[in-house]
T-cell receptor, first 110, second 114 residues
Framework: QKEVEQDPGPLSVPEGAIVSLNCTYS??????FMWYRQYSRKGPELLMY????GNKEDGRFTAQVDKSSKYISLFIRDSQPSDSATYLC??????????FGTGTSLTVIP | GAGVSQTPSNKVTEKGKYVELRCDPI?????LYWYRQSLGQGPEFLIY????????DSGLPNDRFFAVRPEGSVSTLKIQRTERGDSAVYLC????????????FGPGTRLTVL
């Protein structure tokens, strides 16, 4: 079993839609959870990170962690064409080793 | 302020050749990471440096892969006897410390082995 499972998509939504991106993980030792965004032919860039179970909001983005079910989500409200990218979930261990999901490719259609 | 830089941006080589990929981390970042990203996949951890030493090299796929960071700043990933399966984007990242710190990624080196 992979450390992190993520639906690769691709996901295509109209502008303004609410987007839900999800990952599951297997290692209960993971404590921090990051979401990275990767544009085509670029390196990943940090979008949000969370530590505890619950929600964390930043503008149009909400990160959600449920440690009991080992499930993490990223919600994007009022999606924009500029949100079109690949979104990578990344739980991390105490050694700062990131375990990336496969990434979900998102296209927001104007 | 400069981010993480990687050179070359693209490298095409023939099977069996030796290649070196360079990473310049953000100044002051003590931790440096190498990842490999194949098409349609997330980055796969290769090796992590804390200062000059390799703190974790468990992700290196075999002994053809080696990385150094002699002065605790610039790092070089070396691949011997390249194989077609080594074709991927090699990403470098750096962070301030070694625990729960944001990793800042470079743009990657796209390696193609013919």
């Amino acid at each position: 079993q992979k450390e992190v499972e993520q639906d690769p998509g691709p996901l295509s939504v109209p502008e303004g839609a609410i987007v839900s991106l999800n990952c599951t993980y297997s290692n209960s030792a993971f404590q921090y959870f990051m979401w990275y965004r990767q544009y085509s032919r670029k390196g990943p860039e940090l979008l949000m990170y969370t530590y505890s179970s619950g929600n964390k909001e930043d503008g149009r983005f909400t990160a959600q962690v449920d440690k009991s079910s080992k499930y993490i989500s990223l919600f994007i409200r009022d999606s924009q064409p500029s949100d079109s990218a690949t979104y990578l979930c990344a739980p991390i261990n105490t050694g700062n080793q990131f375990y990336f999901g496969t990434g979900t490719s998102l296209t927001v259609i104007p | 302020g400069a981010g993480v830089s990687q050179t070359p941006s693209n490298k095409v080589t023939e099977k069996g050749k030796y290649v070196e990929l360079r990473c310049d981390p953000i100044s002051g970042h003590t931790a440096l990471y190498w990842y490999r990203q194949s098409l349609g996949q997330g980055p796969e951890f290769l090796i992590y440096f804390q200062g000059t030493g390799a703190a974790d090299d468990s992700g290196l796929p075999n002994d053809r892969f080696f990385a150094v960071r002699p002065e605790g700043s610039v790092s070089t990933l070396k691949i011997q006897r390249t194989e077609r399966g080594d074709s991927a984007v090699y990403l470098c990242a750096s962070s301030l410390g070694s625990s729960y710190n944001e990793q800042f990624f470079g743009p990657g080196t796209r390696l193609t082995v013919l």
